[in-house]
């Protein structure tokens, strides 16, 4: 079975679906232009859309890479409920707090300077280990 594209999602999913990443990505206390920059949308994303995403009054673009960004920040989001399950800011404090991993870069810093969704992918395996471990396995599967 083939994997759901952005656009096989009505109107209404995609509006719903940009609401609830713009409400994680506003709980990451980040500016309009690192929105735009996590969702890969810095060339062609408008801060003045920013508040239309907000309210569900609008849908980000139609990419699939900006599918594979939105799954990649579900996944860290839900990752940082999981291991710090009563405390918003000890959850904003991970992504903010240089780590060993990160070359003493943040986890917020690795997202943000790299242009393609491999940034999200690098946070994601380290908070999400369960993610890691599949995707290690899956890349030795594949190494002759």
């Not at 009505?10 to 713009?22: A, N, P, V």
């Not at 673009?61 to 900006?66: G, R, S, W």
């Not at 240089?98 to 917020?108: M, S, V």
């Amino acid at each position: 079975m083939s994997e759901k594209k952005y656009n096989d999602y009505s109107q209404e999913e995609k509006q719903r679906l940009t609401q609830g990443i713009m409400s994680i990505l506003d709980g990451w206390n980040i500016s309009a232009e690192q929105t735009l920059a996590v969702l890969g949308l810095s060339g062609a994303g408008k801060k003045r859309h920013m508040q239309g995403y907000r309210m569900g009054d609008r849908a980000f673009p139609q990419t699939d890479e900006l599918l594979i960004r939105i799954d990649h920040i579900i996944g860290i989001a839900d990752a940082l409920r999981t291991t710090f399950p009563f405390s918003d800011k000890m959850r904003l404090l991970w992504l903010r707090k240089p780590h060993r991993r990160f070359g003493k870069n943040t986890p917020l810093n690795v997202i943000l300077t790299d242009d393609s969704p491999n940034g999200l992918l690098k946070v994601r395996m380290e908070v999400d280990c369960a993610y890691g471990y599949a995707i290690s396995e899956a890349m030795r599967a594949q190494t002759p």
